[in-house]
Nanobody
């Protein structure tokens, strides 16, 4: 059974930092492209950061230089280090694992950036 468990969200002041974690199980982790998406109220879900099975990373323009995606293949973990957080980063963040044979989602973790 495939399971992605997201954690690490919370309330943080503008300019603060958070690290999100995603624990994967039931998948051949190293063969999946992993990503972090977010969805704000009234908006579509968007890809924030991705890391391919080969280790290449990509980011949406709005987070470049502030967010870093990484993974630990041995632990089957994906991380999103978020710095210099802004109110517009407020959203539910979802971990995603994708390849041709499957597409899986975590349950989401709320990130709120507010003073």
């Amino acid at each position: 059974q495939v399971q992605l468990v997201d954690s690490g969200g919370g309330l943080v002041q503008p300019g603060g930092s958070l690290r999100l974690s995603c624990a994967a199980s039931g998948i051949f982790f190293s063969t999946y492209n992993m990503g972090w998406y977010r969805q704000a109220p009234g908006k579509q879900r968007e890809l924030v950061a991705g890391i391919t099975s080969g280790g290449s990373t990509n980011y949406v323009d709005s987070v470049k230089g502030r967010f870093t995606i990484s993974r630990d293949i041995a632990k089957k973990m994906v991380y999103l280090q978020m710095t210099s957080l802004r109110p517009e980063d407020t959203a539910v963040y979802f971990c995603n694992a994708a390849r041709a044979s499957g597409n899986y989602w975590g349950q989401g973790t709320q990130v709120t950036v507010s003073s």
